[in-house]
């Protein structure tokens, strides 16, 4: 579903309506990646959705034993330079799970595009290859 939906409901002492802007959500690593390499997903402009908390769900969905994932989420102003450090990073994974970190952007109200990067690793015996199923979904903070 596209767009952004609008509620007004009324402000300190009833004087006036406040406008809350509730952001479509979607996903920064689509649900159906597998990944066997260290990489990044598609760049997401967040739109009016700039400036505003948004909750981050990992989900891992498949991995086999001795090998981490490592994902983070950077910002960038253009859509084009991420900066030398993230805006969140999810604490190292090694099974099956759901994982969300808060994002506030308030005092970011620069960023309007974000990334996933994601690094793997892989140990022990057998195939040297990692592999990871994942997503990373985006959606407005409540509250």
């Known amino acids: 579903m596209g767009g952004h939906r609008f509620c007004y409901n009324t402000g300190p002492g009833g004087a006036r309506p406040v406008k809350h802007y509730t952001m479509p959500n979607l996903f920064l690593v689509s649900p159906d990646t597998q990944v066997e390499a260290n990489g990044n997903g598609p ?3 967040l739109g009016s959705s700039g400036g505003r908390a948004v909750l981050l ?3 891992i969905t498949k ?3 001795q090998e981490s994932l490592d994902v983070s989420v950077w910002g960038s102003a253009d859509g084009q330079e991420f900066g030398t450090a993230a805006l969140l990073a999810f604490p190292q994974k090694f099974y099956v799970g759901v994982h969300a970190g808060l994002l ?8 309007k595009y974000l990334l996933a ?6 140990w022990g015996v057998g195939s040297s290859k990692p592999m990871f ?3 990373v979904f985006v959606e407005a903070a409540q509250g």
């Not at 506030?104 to 960023?111: G, K, T």
């Not at 990067?117 to 892989?122: E, S």
């Open 43 to 45: 760049v997401l402009e």
């Open 57 to 59: 769900t990992l989900g």
């Open 63 to 65: 991995i086999v034993e």
């Open 104 to 111: 506030d952007l308030r005092q970011l109200a620069e960023v």
């Open 117 to 122: 990067r994601w690094k793997v690793a892989r």
């Open 133 to 135: 199923g994942f997503y």
